[in-house]
């Protein structure tokens, strides 16, 4: 995949190279991954609203996968970030999908999949705001595919 877009939280343009800001670490190993996962899919179609540093709680209604995942890492995380930044966000997920849509079926056929589809954009949602490295985000997406059990499938 290619270098996915540098989105700037906090709008300065000064191409931030660190992580954003958060509140709670992210987990150390797969099997953490995999209940937050699993907790985060269970919660994709009411996505908690998400605390926001202009003091307006961020809700997505009737959200898609893709819009879950990136409010539920951001709220797992406790990024205290502005709207707008929550808006980029999804924003820079929705570009990652559209050049992988393009780079052949593979995509598609995960995507048919509810929650290898999350499983995606919440752990991309981490790549890009620094915190997880695609090495390890590859690796908890193999043990997701091998592990699809534990998913309750309930996605409303």
Do not use: K
């Not at 877009?5 to 906090?10: G, K, L």
């Amino acid at each position: 995949m290619a270098e996915h877009p540098i989105f700037d939280p906090d709008g300065d343009e000064e191409g931030d190279d660190g992580p954003w800001p958060i509140r709670n670490p992210p987990p150390g190993a797969i099997d953490g991954w995999m209940a937050e996962l699993v907790a985060g899919f269970a919660q994709s179609a009411h996505p908690p609203a998400l605390e926001t540093e202009d003091e307006e709680a961020f809700a997505v209604q009737d959200a898609g996968l893709l819009e879950a995942g990136v409010v539920i890492c951001l709220h797992q995380r406790g990024a205290l970030l502005p709207s707008d930044a929550v808006v980029g966000l999804i924003a820079v997920i929705g570009e990652m999908v559209d050049e992988l849509t393009a780079m052949g079926p593979e995509w598609e056929r995960l995507s048919q999949v509810p929650p290898l589809a999350f499983t995606v954009y919440y752990l991309w949602s981490h790549i890009v705001i620094g915190h997880l490295a695609e090495e390890e985000a590859m690796e908890v997406v193999n043990a997701a595919t091998h592990r699809l059990e534990e998913f309750d499938g309930d996605e409303e």
